[in-house]
């Protein structure tokens, strides 16, 4: 089970959706809209996991907060293609989902949580 779950994603309704989707790998899940309530949230909580939206975040943020936050990153776009995924492994992301397919989203916090 992964400690802490944040989900930034600018569209609430689809907040709401991962938050209940995801919510059994996890004591808490925290909503925010933007990289800085990420980054506040991630000082006063154990962030382990976060789904993260690439309409906010690129590539390099995406880096940092793997490697500066040690926060484990499951990127998510209304369309990914190759080049994202690629780009998102290579950044340090689990995976690269479609932002409404919240079985593959489970699936890549598995992975973290064996």
């Known amino acids: 089970m992964a400690s802490n779950i944040a989900i930034l994603q600018n569209d609430p309704a689809r907040a709401r959706n991962l938050e209940a989707s995801v919510r059994r790998f996890s004591k808490s899940v925290f909503t925010v809209r933007s990289l800085s309530e990420l980054r506040s949230l991630a000082a006063t909580s154990a962030i382990r996991v976060c789904v993260a939206d690439l309409d906010i975040v690129n590539f390099q943020e995406v880096a940092h907060l793997r490697r500066q936050l040690g926060i484990e990153i499951v990127c998510t776009?209304?369309?990914?293609?190759?080049?994202?995924?690629?780009?998102?492994?290579?950044?340090?992301?689990?995976?690269?989902?479609?932002?409404?397919?919240?079985?593959?989203?489970?699936?890549?916090?598995?992975?973290?949580?064996?």
């Open 77 to 114: 776009h209304h369309a990914p293609d190759d080049f994202m995924w690629t780009e998102a492994l290579g950044a340090g992301a689990i995976d690269c989902c479609y932002d409404d397919d919240a079985p593959s989203i489970c699936q890549a916090i598995q992975k973290i949580a064996a």
